[in-house]
């Protein structure tokens, strides 16, 4: 079992920057692929961006590419979300969340097994 919590949200104007923090517990944390995710009202839970667990590759979604940058930190057990120029359209609760291992990348909410609780990011125009 892995707990992730979620910190760094709040409400910023468009161009702002954030970084989001994930802390992960109970598990040797080095050995999960991790993913950022979010989700906009009355809209599914989006992938946003991912780490192999080896560290070595990263990928991201089309829609935030160029604009953020995952990464992670083993000794303190967290994962990072780097946000840079954010948009209006940036809005929405953001979720860590954690698979075992992982040969490949990953983008679904199916592919993942634990999730956090959420940290909401709110821009504003």
């Known amino acids: 079992q892995v707990q992730l919590v979620e910190s760094g949200g709040g409400l910023v104007q468009a161009g702002a920057s954030l970084r989001l923090s994930c802390a992960a517990s109970?598990?040797?944390?080095?050995?999960?692929?991790m993913g950022w995710f979010r989700q906009a009202p009355g809209k599914e839970r989006e992938f946003v961006a991912g780490?192999?667990?080896?560290?070595?590759?990263?990928y991201y979604a089309d829609s935030v590419k160029g604009r953020v940058t995952i990464s992670r930190d083993n000794a303190k057990s967290t994962v990072y979300l780097q946000m840079n120029s954010l948009k209006p359209e940036d809005t929405a609760v953001y979720y860590c969340?954690?698979?075992?291992?992982?040969?490949?990348?990953?983008?679904?909410?199916?592919?993942?097994?634990?999730w956090g609780q959420g940290t909401q990011v709110t821009v504003s125009s």
């Open positions: 109970g598990r040797t944390f080095s050995k999960y692929s």
């Open positions: 969340a954690a698979r075992p291992f992982g040969a490949t990348y990953y983008y679904t909410v199916e592919e993942y097994d634990y």
């Open positions: 780490i192999r667990w080896t560290g070595t590759s990263t």
